[in-house]
């Protein structure tokens, strides 16, 4: 008798059938939801949260944030931490 043959004649292969199924359907419904939310799902409105914002501990990392906000024409307030000389006159600029 063939190994194919021997597995779908056990008794436990519809349930891991369906077991196999339900993961694969789980797995895939998970990458699908990743997808949507890490890039196709739209910027959030942050105009509803009020017309500042505030920054505190403002480094390389979050500096982005700052310019991004600037250019949404927002209200920022920050406390600018360890930034080199150059890097605040730029921040300055905005």
Known sequence: MSTLATLTASPLAPAL?????????????????????????????????????????????????VEELARQERSVFGRIVKLLLEDIQVLQGI
């Open 17 to 65: 059938l369906i077991l196999g199924s339900v993961t694969l359907t789980l797995l895939t419904v998970q990458l699908l939801d990743s997808l949507y939310k890490y890039f196709l799902r739209p910027g959030k409105n942050l105009r509803k949260c009020g017309e500042w914002a505030v920054i505190t501990g403002a480094t390389d990392g979050e500096r982005l944030h």
